[in-house]
């Protein structure tokens, strides 16, 4: 398989279990939409997703590879956006882009190439010269993402890559992100908007570190909004004091 396999993945801080017992499968060419209201567990498991923490029990596979046995042929076809934004504002797009490829030992000619195609997927080539400090936040985006491919990964990882972010903005990256999907990418998108969720999309729904529904969005809301689905399911609209 060439996306990614998690099976059975538990996750504590001390005595706070954060993860449970989680198992999915995101196939190649899938944009998969990670759901979750707040604490439901999607940053604990992007971190043993990336290797950041070492899950003490199950397993994970990217592309084929064992993230415990094989992690650097497993880690060489992930590409990761954090959260928090982890561009250099003082450099030029591309001087970030060219650092990062040089770090994944990508130099010369092969550098220019990529860091050209990357941009170009994102539409961001025209962008290339400015400095990312005058860039707005989507833009700044495109050329975080643009970055993740330039090693040229079978995996993309996408921690709420939205945060912050204005309508459009918000509205563009979906799209550009959907497009890489459809290109072949395996897309791990971590959310809590059900805005970005199109019916089309994998959707696994997590809530205190256990999978609610994993299918096809248009399947699991059948008919319904999407939001309501997601707030009978998690409570959240309950917690809140919100009649539905
Ligand atoms: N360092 C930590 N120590 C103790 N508990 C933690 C720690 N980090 C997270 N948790 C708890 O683990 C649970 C899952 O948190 P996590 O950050 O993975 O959720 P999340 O879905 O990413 O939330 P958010 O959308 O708010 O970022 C929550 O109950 C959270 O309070």
Known sequence: MSGIEARDLSFSYGTKQALSAVSFDVAAGEFCALLGPNGAGKSTLFSL?????TAPQGSIKIAGADLATRPRAALAQMGVVFQQ???DLDLSV????SYFAALQGIGGKDAARRIDAALDQLNMRERADEKARNLNG??????EIARALIHDPKVLLLDEPTVGLDVAARQGLVAHVHALAEAGLCVLWATHLTDEVRAED????LDQ?????NGMAGDI???RPLTQVFLELTGAAQDAGVAL
Do not use: D, Q
Not at 209 to 213: F, T, V, Y
């Open 85 to 87: 934004t982890t561009l």
């Open 221 to 223: 809301a059948a008919g």
């Open 138 to 143: 989507g833009h700044r985006r495109r050329a």
């Open 202 to 205: 994998r959707l696994i729904m």
């Open 209 to 213: 570190g256990r999978i609610l529904k």
């Open 94 to 97: 591309r001087r970030n882009l």
């Open 49 to 53: 997703l990336t290797r950041l923490f």
